[in-house]
């Protein structure tokens, strides 16, 4: 069954850190582009970061210095670390798994408030 399944979502104060994690199960994990978007309330979905199976990475502009995207092969695991995290951040988070076709996870929620 090909399913991505994110965790590490959760409630922070401004300037605080999170790790997401988003487990991969039924693909040949590396082989694809991993991906974190998210959407905020009222907001389209936006591209966060994402890695390549070459672990080449990008990043948006709002998040370059404070986000970081990896992947662990082994695990068919990618992790986004969100450090100063600030209010504008929270949104849900997706996981996404592109090659040929493109693949979602559920999401999971970060919320940035005091």
């Known amino acids: 069954q090909v399913q991505l399944v994110e965790s590490g979502g959760g409630l922070v104060q401004p300037g605080g850190s999170l790790r997401l994690s988003c487990a991969a199960s039924?693909?040949?994990?590396?082989?694809?582009?991993m991906a974190w978007y998210r959407q905020a309330p009222g907001k389209q979905r936006e591209s966060v970061a994402s890695?390549?199976?070459?672990?080449?990475?990008d990043y948006a502009d709002s998040v370059k210095g404070r986000f970081t995207i990896s992947r662990d092969n082994a695990k068919n695991t990618v992790y986004l670390q969100m450090n100063s995290l600030r209010p504008e951040d929270t949104a849900v988070y997706y996981c996404?798994?592109?090659?040929?076709?493109?693949?979602w996870g559920q999401g999971t929620q970060v919320t940035v408030s005091s």
């Open positions: 996404n798994a592109h090659l040929v076709s493109t693949i």
């Open positions: 039924g693909i040949s994990f590396s082989w694809y582009t």
């Open positions: 890695i390549t199976n070459g672990d080449i990475t």
